[in-house]
């Protein structure tokens, strides 16, 4: 990208619309993933669907790379830039257009945070089930391109099952509309599961239509701890063997209880080896016997502590022992390498078992939280990249980790997706069928290659 590219882009936005000083252009070169980054040559801020279209029909003809971004908050590097290419940042289109309460919809912009869409269904009466940790933060176009968990995945699934309709802008600039506000709608290939998860490869996400549901009516938080990890995860599989699916079904292991009970003071027991964070909702009825049951069964496995909340703030702060263990665990190490694998539910003692061994061996210190019900944890590798010899270890235990992921039928992203650090792992974990038949489906939508290239797989 050259002064005559950044020229032609002033044909058709405002000043404050094209950063290019060396200051606006550092912020946008990391996301939230450690030791990665690299500064555009440029930053793009659209507010509307035809911007967006001119930017790609131009820097499709110049052969210029884009990189769409949301809030950065990717752990990934998927929105990390290329280098002398563009980013764009989708910001500033945050408008929630529409809640449709005859449809059970909601119409937003790309830019909206995940709390304002969350809000907006609230204030309508109704619910928007995902809730990634970042939810405070974190675009809705970003948790599209990302297909983003959450901490209810369990009982109310992920971005996919959420998303009805998109409007996507090609890298040639033509503007393309899948799906509809129709339950069924069956018509032609259904496209728009294509760019959930597409992380930017395939198209640009400017309009999202989310459907809605009716709120719950009632909800119980409950915290189990537990002197053995196996305890804790043979108490989950006789919750799930007991027909109960909490909407929330959390993890955290002694070093990240340790690290959230000296940031949070939550009054965890610092010398438990795992503490549960459970959540049901439902009928008041239902969920007080759920919330019974699970108290019943945790015992009777081994629980040497269940607590139960009995107000909302209560609940509030037992819930805070696992948001906050991202940015407890950020405390400790210059270099925090938040990772994220899944396995399937029957695997999870094991997998845990494995993270604790490999961390031992390599002399690495890991702390593993996660969302366990799903099967899916972020062990948490707490480091530092000025270290070489230690990032040498750490890349070798990361490795191990995502093979034995692999190896128990598992995967090696749950949700974060693969972006930069996952690539060279994506090869092995889906073969090379997969791979050819994906890099197939990318030419058709970017035949030039200027959707965030180098991300994913070459
Ligand atoms: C503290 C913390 C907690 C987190 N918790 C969770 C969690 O519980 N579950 C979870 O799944 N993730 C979690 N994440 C990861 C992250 O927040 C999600 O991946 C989120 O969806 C990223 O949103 P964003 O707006 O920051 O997107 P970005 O990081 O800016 O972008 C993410 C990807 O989407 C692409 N993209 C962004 N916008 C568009 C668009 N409009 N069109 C096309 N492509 C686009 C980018 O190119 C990039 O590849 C967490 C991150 C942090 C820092």
């Known amino acids: 990208m050259d002064a005559s590219h950044i020229e032609l882009l002033s044909g058709f936005l405002r000043q404050d619309q094209v950063l290019t000083g060396r200051e606006d252009l550092l912020a946008y070169a990391y996301d939230g993933t450690a030791m990665l980054h690299q500064v555009p040559a440029c930053v793009v801020l659209p507010e509307n669907t035809r911007q967006v279209s001119n930017v790609l029909r131009l820097a499709n003809e110049a052969r210029v790379p884009v990189v769409a971004r ?71 176009g970003g948790n599209v391109a990302n297909n983003s968990g959450g901490l209810r995945g369990l009982k109310y699934g992920v971005t996919r099952d959420y998303v009805m ?18 339950v069924k709608d069956v018509a032609g290939f259904t496209l728009k599961d294509l760019f959930i998860g597409s992380e930017g490869a395939l198209g640009i996400i400017t309009r999202i239509t989310l459907k809605l549901i009716p709120p719950p009516a009632a909800k119980q938080t409950l915290l189990a701890m537990f002197d053995k990890m196996t305890d804790a995860a043979r ?31 939550i009054g965890l027991p610092t ?36 607590r139960r909340a009995h107000s909302e703030e209560e609940a509030t702060r ?17 270099t925090v390498i938040l990772e994220d694998v899944t396995v399937p539910r029957s695997e999870l003692a094991r997998m845990v078992a494995h993270i604790q061994e490999v961390g031992e061996r390599h002399r690495v210190r890991i702390g593993t939280f996660g969302h366990m019900g799903d099967g899916n944890l972020h062990p948490t590798f707490l480091t530092d990249e000025r270290d070489e010899a230690e990032i040498q270890r750490v890349e070798k235990a990361m490795r191990e980790v995502f093979e034995y992921a692999v190896q128990l039928g598992g995967t090696i992203t749950g949700e974060h997706g693969v972006g930069l650090a996952k690539k060279p792992f994506l090869p092995g974990a889906l073969g090379p069928v997969a791979i050819d038949v994906m890099r197939r489906i990318r030419k058709s939508f970017d035949p030039n290659g200027i959707l965030n290239p180098g991300k994913i797989f070459d």
């Open 271 to 306: 010398d438990a080896e795992a503490v549960l964070l459970v959540e049901v909702d439902g009928h008041p009825a239902q969920v007080e016997e759920q919330a019974r049951q699970i108290e019943r069964l945790a015992g009777e496995h081994g629980a040497r502590q269940v």
């Open 70 to 140: 949301g809030s950065g908050t990717g752990l990934a590097g998927g929105s990390v830039p290329v280098a002398g290419g563009l980013v764009l940042c989708l910001a500033r289109m945050n408008r929630i257009l529409e809640v449709d309460a005859g449809n059970l919809t909601l119409t937003a912009e790309p830019g909206a945070l995940t709390q304002q869409i969350a809000e907006a269904a609230s204030a309508a009466g109704l619910f928007y089930p995902p809730d990634p940790g970042s939810i405070k933060i974190s675009t809705i």
């Open 165 to 182: 309709a998109l409007e996507v802008v090609l890298a040639d600039g033509r503007i393309l509309n899948t799906g509809t506000k129709c």
């Open 235 to 265: 108490t989950i599989s006789a919750i799930i063997q007991e027909r109960i699916i909490p909407c929330t079904l959390e993890f955290l292991d002694r070093v990240t209880i340790q690290c959230v009970e000296g940031y949070a003071k």
């Open 318 to 334: 037992l819930a805070s022992a696992r948001r906050t263990a991202f940015s407890a665990l950020a405390r400790l190490a210059p």
